[in-house]
Structures are given as structure tokens and as C-alpha cells.
């Protein structure tokens, strides 16, 4: 059994704030956040940096609550009640939730002398909290979880498991996760850079981006018998989740393998084939201001894209909210939905020098209109233990209209592409 996949609700919580309204105008705004240092007083590390949620209370419970307002907000925009959801169609709803960390607060909250709490229930915390009696899973596939957790999500709905999955990632402040990296070396002691010549790090980040993956069956039957009642901007159609590609270097334990052959193949596989990769209008790209990660990646890129590499923006959504660990591939997809529905590629946050190893196309000074046969965004996602997901999601729609109208009027014009893009592609 194969169901057509399409998103139609979205939400966001980030250092920005809640909602996916202040993440665009962020995205939109374009401007440099420096990083935060947590009022945690054991956090005895050299650069206690990180990008955090306008929340004061980092006593527990962080993840959960920011996994939470983003499902909330994402029923809502796909004109869902919950209380309606947890009625008949509960047990045909599911919930799946990546995270690095869990919910460490409660582990953290002194020395480790008082007692332990299972980190990973943000799935069955959600479930419990909505009344949803499908499955509930918890994706630990460190910094790809959310891609994991989108991928699982399709799965259950191609397979007829479930109707409607609420699918994204959280992760919170975690002393733990960042005294590790203050010892692998791997902050950056100014804030989070992709792709930047200077770069010496990340900088991790709190988030949480969660997204209602529904059979478009489903989506049809519920809209047809009621009116919509949702947040989505009117005129804001289903965007659909059409390609998931998962794989694992099988290597080193935190490096990505420099000839980057498996996360080519997990791009290739979310694109469909070969030809796939034509309708691709942006790429939100892993990239996380580490110097061998953004380098791969970028190679990575030319194999997949091949001379279209020129010619597709590349947004670099970690550059504004940090890294937000198994939440960063949710809340790409979520990013992707805004310039999908938005029709355009924002400006990235501009770089002082880009990396020359590093050679893709980066728009910093105007943000660049989405063409009508390109509503495709590429978002990818990496993790330790070499775990890889790549996803595509897509305005079918409009993708279709303009090829018709293509075909109607024959040969494509050039729609003035610019002739250079200040990068050594």
C-alpha cells in the first residue's frame, strides 16, 4: 500500500521565540545572534555557550514543553483541535519525536546524586498530553533524529499504519552534551558560522520544530465534510513530504567520512532517482560550522547537483539559530515549508569570508524568488555514528501548473539567473 504524504501543519519554538511567525521574521531579518551563557552554576566548562530559548526556568522539562507548543502550534495551522483529534481518530495517530538528549533537565539538575528519570519520553509525554493512541516512538539518531523521525513518519502513512503522524524533534540545554563538546574541542568561541573560512565550531541551540504528516486521503476526507479552522495563511495549500533517504557512513564515531559517499546516496534516494534533483529551488543544508562537516557536505552537493549547483540556493539555517541538535532537521523542514509557502530563499546572515573548500552558492545581500518549476527544497541532516537523512518536501501543485504551462508554451525562457554568484563553484 502507497499513500501520496503531504504536510499540513507546521510549528516552531527557537531562540527567536515560539511560533513559526518569529521564525520567518527572523529568517527575513537576517540578523546575527550571539550566543547565550546558560545561569547553570556547575556548568564548569571553558565556553558555556549556547543558542537559548527566551525561557527563564532551566530547571526540567525544557524539551518537553518547547516539543509541545510546536505540536500545538502545527494542529492548529493544519485546522486541527486537539480535542477533537483525541476522538475517533486517535488510534489512527501517531507520534514520533527525535532528540540528541531527551529531557536531561530533571537528570541534570544537580550532580547526578538524585536518582535518574528516563531522558527519552517526549513521544509518550505528547501522546499522553493530546490523547493520541497510535504509536509513539522517540528517534535517538543524535543530530539527524528529526530526519529520522520525519522518514519513520512517511513510512507509517505510505504503509497505511497511521493516517495523520505528528512528527518533528526538541532538544534543551544540556550541561552534559555541552561539557562533551567543550572537550572534543568543537565550539566555536564567537557563535554558530557555516561555511565561513574562519569558523572553528558550533554553537549548540534549544528548539523544537514539529510537523503534521497526514495521508492526503485523510487530509481530503477531513477538509471536505468541515470548513478549515487553522492558523495557515489563506491560500496555503498541503505541501507534500515526497522523498526520505537514510544512511550510515559505517565509520569513525563522530566524523562524517570525507569522501562523502553515503550522504550522497541518502540525497539521491530523497530525490527520487536521477533527474530528481532538476526541481530543486534551495537547499537547507546540514552544515554545521564544523571545518570537515561543512567541507563534505559542499562536495557532497557538486555530486548531487552537479552544474545546477551554481544556480541553487543554499540556506543556512544553523547560522541563525545555532545548532539545535535533533531538532535541526525538523525545524529545516519547517523552514522549508515557509519558503515554500513564502516563495522565496531569504538572505543568508552574511559571511565575512566564505571557505573556498567550501564552494556553494550562499545568497547574503537580497533574498531569491522561488521559480515556478523548482518548488522543491532539499533539507539534510547528519549525525554521530555516520547516521544520514536527507528529505524533499515540495509544492506539488504549483510544480505541475508550471509544467503544464511549459509544455503549453514550449522552450523555457531565461528567467535571468545571475551570471555569478561570488563563490569558486
Not at 555516520?386 to 510544480?399: K, P, R, T
Request: glycine fraction near 14%; aromatic fraction near 4%.
Amino acid at each position: 500500500m502507497t499513500e501520496e504524504v503531504v504536510v499540513t501543519g507546521i510549528g516552531a519554538v527557537t531562540c527567536h521565540g515560539g511560533g513559526t511567525d518569529a521564525l520567518w521574521q527572523a529568517m527575513t531579518a537576517a540578523g546575527i545572534r550571539l550566543p547565550d551563557r546558560p545561569a547553570d552554576r556547575l556548568a564548569e566548562m571553558d565556553l558555556p555557550l549556547m543558542n537559548l530559548v527566551p525561557d527563564p526556568d532551566l530547571s526540567a522539562e525544557r524539551a518537553a514543553r518547547f516539543a509541545a507548543a510546536a505540536a500545538r502550534e502545527a494542529l492548529a495551522d493544519a485546522g486541527l483541535d486537539p480535542d477533537t483529534l483525541s476522538g475517533d481518530g486517535s488510534a489512527r495517530a501517531a507520534v514520533v519525536v527525535g532528540s540528541c538528549m531527551g529531557e536531561p533537565g530533571t537528570n541534570e539538575r544537580g550532580r547526578g546524586d538524585g536518582g535518574w528519570t528516563p531522558p527519552f519520553r517526549l513521544a509518550g509525554g505528547l501522546a499522553e498530553e493530546l490523547g493520541l493512541y497510535g504509536a509513539a516512538h522517540d528517534v535517538t539518531t543524535a543530530c539527524s533524529a528529526g530526519g529520522y523521525a520525519l522518514g519513520m513518519a512517511v513510512d507509517m502513512v505510505r504503509s497505511g499504519e497511521a493516517d495523520l503522524v505528528l512528527a518533528g524533534g526538541s532538544d534543551a540545554y544540556s550541561r552534559v552534551a555541552l561539557g562533551c563538546f567543550n572537550r572534543l574541542g568543537a565550539v566555536d568561541p564567537e557563535r554558530c558560522r557555516p561555511f565561513e573560512q574562519e569558523r572553528a565550531g558550533t554553537v549548540f541551540a534549544e528548539g523544537a520544530g514539529m510537523l503534521v504528516v497526514e495521508s492526503a486521503t485523510s487530509h481530503r476526507a477531513r477538509t471536505s465534510t468541515r470548513p478549515r479552522t487553522g492558523t495557515r495563511p489563506a491560500g496555503a495549500r498541503p505541501l507534500r513530504l515526497s522523498g526520505v533517504g537514510w544512511s550510515c557512513d559505517a565509520g569513525h564515531p563522530t566524523a562524517p567520512h570525507a569522501d562523502g559517499e553515503q550522504i550522497v546516496r541518502a540525497m539521491r534516494e530523497a530525490l527520487g532517482g536521477p533527474g530528481g534533483e532538476a526541481g530543486i529551488g534551495c537547499v537547507i543544508p546540514h552544515a554545521t560550522g564544523t571545518r570537515i562537516g561543512d567541507e563534505v557536505e559542499s562536495r557532497a552537493l557538486h555530486h548531487v547537483l552537479g552544474r545546477r549547483v551554481r544556480d541553487v540556493p543554499v540556506y543556512s539555517l544553523k547560522a541563525l539559530l545555532g545548532h539545535t541538535g535533533g531538532a535541526s532537521a525538523a525545524l529545516g523542514a519547517v523552514a522549508a515549508a515557509l519558503v515554500l509557502r513564502h516563495g522565496r530563499v531569504p538572505r543568508n546572515i552574511p559571511l565575512d569570508h566564505q571557505d573556498p573548500q567550501c564552494p556553494v552558492w550562499l545568497p547574503q545581500r537580497e533574498p531569491v524568488a522561488l521559480e515556478p518549476g523548482r518548488r522543491r527544497v532539499l533539507v539534510n541532516a547528519y549525525g554521530f555514528g555516520g547516521s544520514n537523512s536527507s528529505l524533499v518536501l515540495e509544492d506539488a501543485e504549483a510544480a505541475e501548473n508550471a509544467e503544464d504551462a511549459a509544455a503549453a508554451d514550449g522552450p523555457a525562457a531565461d528567467r535571468g539567473r545571475p551570471a555569478t554568484r561570488g563563490v569558486a563553484a
